[in-house]
């Protein structure tokens, strides 16, 4: 037993000088996310071989914690952990003994005792990750907390646009639909401007909230303006998260007249995108969604290679490390 556990010891990365974690997009530099696209990079070439797995993160231990409905997210995070080789355990807060009335704080608590490496986490309140982070020691990554940050989603669709366009600063992007709800809008807004982008946010005057231009974007509530964006980037009505008996907008079918993206509101070459999961007929027509510039299906490939660098910077000494251990040849 006593070689097994030295074993296991030596394929254990080694730790990181501290513990950290990704809660926000203000946690990282320009130069942090500058390292996160370029592992991701080198971790899509590695996914072109026939034996897509790496021992990188053998031993390690991520814990996947989801309190809301997702597919896209959980799947790519699971998927992520388990071509680096980590072990993987996945908590749905239903059927789980939340259900019986456990706190996120109890929750965490019991999770902790696993000695896991990374919690991620996605929850309806703002904050819950702080919480996860003081009473656990693993490393935690948000997924979603409330209407406040995403700041894995930011990054796979700053990802999606460079691979795109071969750059972002200088770019323009339209995020247009409810801004108001939605915690993609607010990670994207800072992601898009830490790099150079310019940001417009387009939609109902109800749905975009006041004093949001100071995290760096303009607003306007005229669909025209996204004529002029090198990105249309679409948001869904998030109406789980809307507060009950408010009407922001008349009706769907006249929010979609007013601010649905169509191909006559689009003009050639514009790329489109959507975090999903997508109302068609609603914010997005059918023709965008399925049309050669929809760069919809990309953000999907995006977020496992994204989500596989944020994995594996959080739990090692950093991207010098990816050109030794990885079996590609790295530009």
């Known amino acids: 037993m006593g070689d097994l556990h030295v074993m296991r010891d030596d394929l254990r990365p080694p730790d990181p000088p501290a513990r950290r974690h990704l809660i926000s997009i203000t946690d990282l530099t320009r130069e942090d996310v500058e390292r996160l696209l370029g592992t991701a ?26 309190y809301e409905s997702s597919t896209r997210t ?9 071509r680096l080789s980590a072990d993987t ?18 929750t965490a608590i019991t999770l ?41 989603q930011a990054l796979l669709d700053l990802y999606t646009i460079q691979e795109s366009f071969g750059r972002i600063e200088g770019l323009h ?50 669909i025209e303006a996204i004529g002029a964006a090198d990105v ?15 009407n922001y907008v008349p009706s769907l079918r006249e929010y979609t007249a007013r601010w649905g993206v169509t191909p006559e ?26 049309a050669g510039d929809a760069l919809i299906e990309t953000q999907v490939r995006a977020g496992l290679v994204v989500r596989m660098a944020v994995l594996y910077d959080l739990l090692t000494t950093g991207p010098a490390a990816v050109k030794a251990e990885l079996p590609v040849k790295v530009a």
């Not at 026939?50 to 390690?60: A, F, I, N, S, Y």
């Not at 309806?124 to 979603?144: D, F, K």
């Not at 689009?266 to 399925?290: F, S, T, W, Y």
């Open 41 to 66: 990079r080198s971790f899509e070439r590695s996914l072109e071989r026939e034996m897509k797995k790496l021992p990188t993160l053998r031993g390690r231990l991520v814990v996947n914690v989801f």
């Open 74 to 82: 959980s799947s790519s995070f699971e998927l992520a952990a388990k």
């Open 89 to 106: 355990m996945s908590i749905k807060a239903s059927g789980s003994a939340v259900d019986k009335g456990e706190s996120l704080k109890d």
């Open 112 to 152: 902790g005792a696993y000695d896991p490496d990374v919690i991620v986490l996605r929850h309806p309140h703002i904050g819950a990750p702080q919480l996860v982070a003081r009473v656990t020691e693993a490393r935690i990554v948000n997924a979603g907390d409330g209407k406040h940050q995403h700041p894995t």
């Open 173 to 222: 992007v339209a995020i247009v639909g409810d801004i108001l709800h939605s915690r993609v809008a607010r990670s994207n807004i800072q992601a898009l401007a830490l790099l150079g982008a310019r940001v417009t946010l387009v939609g109902p005057p109800p749905l975009l909230p006041r004093g949001i231009e100071a995290m760096g974007c303009e607003t306007t509530t005229d």
């Open 232 to 246: 249309v980037y679409i948001l869904r009505m998030q109406q789980e998260r809307m507060q009950e008996g408010a």
């Open 265 to 290: 509101r689009l003009r050639p070459g514009q790329k489109v995108m959507h975090p999903g999961p997508m109302n068609r007929g609603v914010e997005i027509d059918p023709r965008v969604a399925d």
